[in-house]
């Protein structure tokens, strides 16, 4: 019997946040349809951390059976905060609409819908991330993806935190530090808040390197899903533009 020769990878300190992440993954992707949520935003961008964005969403989770897509994701967004963008409606439904997404505004400026590229630079003005990326199972396949790439270096300190809250929430919190800048690693700190009940990552923040020595990190991102209600039963009329 032939026994391969590669090396075996050793144990890392990322090994039981990749357990984590992947545990979540699979009961995302076996057990939930969609959800709603408050979705709660801000990036920094151009150097500059704008106030935090509040949204209304709906997210269907995308589908796929013996290698076919049988569900397209779909993307509801209603923007509530800050009032320049009060009342702004967002769908994008994967492989509809030739890929683009369609923005609504409110009261005059509402009567016409605007067809925009989601990589295009009007979409991403103001933005770090396009809205195919939004949604909670995309959050978990990134800390994958991140964290796969950060098992190949050293230099990563993890920890969990049990019992942190978010309001009334109780999460486990991970927390990841690359204690020095290198051109592989993404952030200096990042801290991801798993939903004990929901078994799925609601929040995640991350920080650049300090500016000066012995400085604060700076806040980059941060992302949080609250009050989620699971598979609330999202239909096509939940992505349709002419739903009003």
């Known amino acids: ?38 979705f709660v935003k801000r990036c920094r961008v151009g150097g500059v951390l704008p106030e935090l964005q509040y949204a209304n969403v709906k997210i269907r989770n ?3 059976q013996n290698g076919q897509l049988v569900t397209p994701m779909g993307v509801y967004l209603k923007f509530l905060k800050p009032s320049a963008v009060n009342g702004r409606e967002v769908i994008w439904v ?4 030739e890929g683009n997404l369609i923005a609504h505004e409110s009261g005059l400026k509402g009567m016409i819908n605007v067809y925009l590229d989601p990589n295009g630079y009007l979409a991403m003005r103001g933005q ?14 990134k800390l994958i993806e991140t964290g ?9 300190q993890v920890q969990f935190y049990q019992n942190a809250k978010i309001g009334d929430v109780t999460c486990t919190m991970l927390e990841v530090i ?9 952030f200096h700190r990042a801290r991801v808040y798993f939903d004990d009940n929901l078994k799925m990552p609601v929040r995640y923040e991350s920080w650049s390197w300090p500016t000066t020595a012995g400085g604060e990190p700076v806040l980059e991102e941060e992302y949080t899903y609250v009050q989620v209600k699971v598979n609330v039963g999202l239909t096509e009329t939940d992505f349709d533009i002419s739903n009003p």
């Open 1 to 38: 019997v032939m026994t391969a020769s590669l090396p075996r990878q050793t144990a890392h300190p990322l090994d039981p946040a990749l357990q984590l992440a992947q545990s979540c993954l699979d009961h995302i992707r076996a057990n939930v349809q969609d959800y709603t949520a408050l």
């Open 62 to 64: 995308r589908k796929v």
């Open 94 to 97: 994967e492989g509809r609409n």
């Open 128 to 141: 770090r991330r396009p809205i195919t990326d939004i949604g909670i199972e995309n959050l978990a396949i």
């Open 148 to 156: 796969r790439r950060d098992r190949l270096y050293g230099e990563c």
């Open 178 to 186: 690359h204690p020095v800048r290198r051109p592989h690693f993404d």
